[in-house]
């Protein structure tokens, strides 16, 4: 299985925070840290440490999209942000990043398996691709 966290966050956001919401949204699928494939967030997050940080502790890519790229798949998400695209330029970074990074890797359409959730200062959400529509692609 293809399994992505995207993840948006203010600037600063800790390490902790990150972490805390990623195994919170993890577990609320009944899944955990060790069957994820990548991470995903938008280009702007370049430079967030605690994104970089979450991404080295777990030893997985950190993939970043364009608003642009982001924006595309806002006719799939129904938990857009007026406020998030005032500050990124696009509606939606995790649940849209989560996805365009699960197509990505598997050359086949995700769905959100866990919708945008929040803590204070950040959103994660999750992107699958079982196994069987992986493998029926060409």
């Not at 293809?2 to 993890?26: F, H, I, K, N, S």
């Not at 129904?78 to 939606?92: E, M, P």
């Amino acid at each position: 299985m293809t399994l992505v966290a995207g993840l948006g966050c203010r600037r600063g956001c800790p390490l902790d925070e990150l972490r805390a919401l990623l195994q919170a949204t993890l577990a609320e699928a009944g899944l955990d840290e060790s069957m994820l494939t990548a991470l995903a967030s938008a280009t702007l997050k370049a430079d967030e440490a605690g994104l970089s940080a979450l991404a080295a502790a777990l030893d997985l890519p950190l993939v970043l999209f364009t608003p642009q790229q982001l924006a595309t798949c806002e006719a799939r998400l129904g938990d857009l942000s007026d406020s998030v695209r005032a500050a990124t330029g696009t509606a939606s970074v995790a649940e849209a990043a989560a996805l365009l990074q699960a197509e990505a890797q598997a050359g086949a359409p995700a769905r959100l398996l866990v919708g945008k959730r929040r803590s204070e200062q950040a959103t994660c959400a999750l992107a699958f691709i079982p196994v069987e529509s992986a493998q029926e692609q060409p």
